[in-house]
Each structure stands twice: as C-alpha cells, then as structure tokens.
C-alpha cells in the first residue's frame, strides 16, 4: 500500500541507516527520518514514498529518546556534514558499530566477529585538514562554509566545530582580505572568478599550518601582502601555496601548485613516522584516531624479521613505514606522484633503508610484481571508498600472501573484498572498527585476513 505523500503517520525510532537517518516500519514498511534517534517517539509527514520504503521528516516530536540531544551547531541542518549531531556519542559509536556488523553479515554474506568499535579520542576539532568553497552570499559578500546536502549552495559558518577554531579562522581572514581587495571568488555556473576553495592544513604534533587557495588561474593579485597579513596574523603558517585548477570539475585540486610562502608543505608525525604534507597526498585526517587504527593494522600484520610487507594504495607510505622496522622488505605502490615522492622522503628521513616505492596503479603494480616473482609475506590494502578492483585482488591471491590486513573508510565496499577474498582462500578472521570522524556517518575499519592453507 502506498503512503501518500504528507500522510503524518505515527513512528518509533528502531535504529540508524548508514547515511545517518533514523529507521522505523509502518505497516511493515521502512520509513527513514533524518535528524532522530533510536528510541524517539514522533509524528512523521511523508515525503516520498518509493514503494518498498518511504522517508518523511519529523513532524512533531512527542518524546525524544535519552539519546537525542540538543545540536550544538546552528547549520548542522542545511549543511548535513554531520548528520549524527544530535546523537549522543556514545549512541552514534554504537550505530557504527553496527554498521560493520551489517556490511559484513549482509553484504559480504560473513560471520566475521567485529570488535568493539574503537572511539574517536577526540569528537570535536579533530580534523587536520578542511576545505572551504568560496562564493559570494545574497549582498554580494564573499562566504566560505560548506555545501548545503546534495546541493552547491554554500552555508557559510564562523566556527564549525569539526576542526581547530583557528582553521575556520583563517579561512574568514581570507574571504575578508579577498573583499577587501576585489579578489573574486569562482563562479561554478559560468566558469569564471577566481578563487574555487581554501584549502586548509595543520599538524597534530607540529601544530604547522598549511594554506592553500586552489584558484582558477596561475596568479593571485595582492599575493604577497596576503602572505604578510597572513603571517602576522597567524604565525604558525608555515606554507602558503595556489593550486591551479581551471577545469569545470567538482575536484577540489588540480594537479599543478605553486608556493607563496615557506617550503609549500608542513611537516607532522603519524605513528612516529616523519610526513611531509602538501595540498595533493591523501592523509589521514584524524590523527590520534588513525594513529589507534594504525596500531592495530600492525597487530593484525603479525610481522616477522624475514618477511616482505607489500603496501598497496600507501599513499605517503605510512602504514608501511610504521611497520618496516617490523619486517625485512617494505614495497609501497600510490598512484599520486606527490605521495610516493613524500613516502621515499619520509623513509630517508626515518633513515629507513628497506622501503621502496613505486607509483603505479596498485592492480598494475601487484601484477607485474606477482610476475617477476614477488612472494609477499603480508599485503597491506587500503584502497579509497570505490574498494579494490578484482585485478588488484587477483594479484594479490596470485602472490598467496600469509596474511592481508585490509584497512577500509567504506564498511560496505570492504565486506564486498573480503567476501572475494574469503572465496578465493583468505578467512577474514576479526574486523576492527574505528572511528575517525565523530559527528559524520563516515566510518573506518580494519580487517586481519588469513590465508587458510
Ligand atoms: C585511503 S587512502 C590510503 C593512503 C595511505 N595508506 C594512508 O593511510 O595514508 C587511498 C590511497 O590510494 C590511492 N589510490 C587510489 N587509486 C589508486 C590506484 N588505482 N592505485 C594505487 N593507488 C591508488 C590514493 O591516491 C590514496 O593515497
């Protein structure tokens, strides 16, 4: 039976979606409302009904569950990054959890026992890195914030609270010195103006900061009093760079970057390991979560002195460079030239003499290696949301590695390989979730594989 659309039904909240809204059944049917918890007691109107489930919006909130709490940010609404604001933390770990649990028992069709979720240490001001489109609000006002849910309509906010407040600081410093002196910022729908996002850096150990404006050009008017007003304002910048993106994309950064100021990266530590970061190489971006994550990627590798660890998808090699006084080989592959060129940096500069890298895409790489003989004792894999490709796993099932410890941001995607995986010989003995971004449905997890003979 349909529901019809703004029919107010009455809805109990029974638990949470892995996009972040609330999950109850009418009639048998599911119906998502976001912006609840389990345990709310609501009147709900339909908003489109699909056939086998429906979603609506809370109506009226009869009795709000002990989880529910009050958002502590005025635009968590229309800005939707985090669409678990109004959750308790302790609630929110648990849906994560939960959302391992499901990903591998549904998707990947496994029994694999998932382990209490590791929390974030922090579950405010943990990012290290944010980027903040740049436009201009209705009195023609330069804004940066973030885009409104599935829309490019910017929300501006003075201190979103996912990062140090000095980031969000900077980031107004510039929309006013672009203001200031007629500094227009990039208009998506004509491809014109300049400057596209801030893009923003700081170590969590270095307290460094990087700034970077990805413009659509190769200069900036003013740059230099920009860099001094920066400085003076800030002085823990240690880099100010323009990345040059002139393509119509909805990539944030182009492939060229040009300094202002200082080296053009900061430098930071992730598990000991030296990184040096720029605006292109992927990087963790809750430090002390990953550093966690990262401590049990190694516990799961169960390395030995005689061992070759291959690395693929390393970015700037800091898994492996956080294993590679446990093994005798260290092979890193990224696809990012920037990164590998930062992973061979970061091993000189551990003074670590058994790494190497390769840029190279990692089903390619594993291939060619699996061809010229490489018998990795333990593969490491940590591939972006997508997942690996079969090639890739291929290759690796080809090298029949002892072990694979699969590091994933993508519950649903990871359970998919290691259900390739486990038909093909490896038992994904434990998942570990981990939680690197409070507040955001995003959740991390690391799975120990073993070969079975
Ligand atoms: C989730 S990140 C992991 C990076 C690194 N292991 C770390 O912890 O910092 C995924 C990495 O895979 C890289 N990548 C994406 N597609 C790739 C491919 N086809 N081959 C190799 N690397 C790839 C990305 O550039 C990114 O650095």
Known sequence: M???????????????????SGVAHYEGKAVFVPATAPGDV??????????????????EMLQPSP????PDCPVCKPCGGCCFRHLNYETEARAKQSFVEDAFRRIGGLDTPVLPILPSPLEERYRNKVQFPVGLDAEGHVIAGFYAGRTHRIVPYADCKLQPSELNQIAAFVCEFMEAHGIAPYQEEKHTGLVRHIFLRKGWHSGEILVCLVVNGR?????????????????????IVLNVNRQKTNVITGLESISLYGPGYIEDTLCGVPVRLGPLSFYQVNTPAAEQLYGVARQFAQLEPG?????LYCGMGTIGLSMAADCKELIGVEIIPEAVESAKLNAAAMGVENARFFCA??????????????????????????????????AVIAMGPRRIVMVSCNPATAARDCRYLADRGYRPLRAQPADLFPRTKHCECVIELVREN
């Open 2 to 20: 349909p529901i019809h659309k703004n029919s107010i039904i009455p809805l109990t909240i029974e638990s949470l979606s892995s996009d972040g």
């Open 42 to 59: 609501l009147n709900a109107r339909i908003v489109k009904d699909m056939g086998r489930y429906s979603f609506a919006i809370v109506e």
């Open 67 to 70: 989880a529910h709490i009050e």
């Open 219 to 239: 200069k900036l008017p003013h740059a230099q009093e920009l860099c001094a007003a920066l400085t003076e304002q800030f002085p823990v910048i240690r880099s």
């Open 307 to 311: 061992d070759t660890l291959l690395d």
């Open 361 to 394: 895409d990692a089903g390619k790489a594993a291939a060619k290696l699996a061809d010229e003989g490489l018998r990795p004792d333990v593969v490491c894999l940590d591939p972006p949301r997508k997942g690996c490709d079969e090639a890739t796993l291929n």
